[in-house]
């Protein structure tokens, strides 16, 4: 069984920095792209960022307006996201996901970590 597991969530204040990590663990598989995904109270999951495992080509959403850093590392399935001077509306259970080659979408979620920005 394959899992993903997220790490490095917490709480901190307007303009800080917190640095999610990502890493498979069970049976390897083929990547195609490993993504981070947000889901605050009340509002549906959005996409944040993604990465192409194969040339690394990034994808952020408008909102991330260059704050987050997307990273992936090729030797193991594991994908960082550096989030930086964050804001409160950032708040949300952050969720990583990863999506096999051949399938149409992310079919691999990690459980969530929780971000909290205070003002």
């Known amino acids: 069984q394959v899992q993903l597991v997220e790490s490095g969530g917490g709480m901190v204040q307007a303009g800080d920095s917190l640095r999610l990590s990502c890493a498979a663990s069970?049976?390897?598989?083929?990547?195609?792209?490993m993504a981070w995904f947000r889901q605050a109270p009340g509002k549906e999951r959005e996409i944040v960022a993604s990465i192409r495992w194969s040339g690394g080509s990034t994808y952020y959403a408008d909102f991330v307006e260059g704050r987050f850093t997307i990273s992936r590392e090729l030797r193991k399935i594991a994908a960082h996201l550096q989030m930086n001077s964050l804001k409160p509306e950032d708040t949300a259970v952050y969720y990583c996901?990863?999506?096999?080659?051949?399938?149409?979408?992310?079919?691999?979620w990690g459980q969530g970590t929780q971000v909290t920005v205070s003002s």
């Open positions: 996901a990863a999506q096999r080659i051949g399938a149409r979408e992310y079919d691999i």
């Open positions: 069970g049976r390897a598989f083929s990547t195609y792209a």
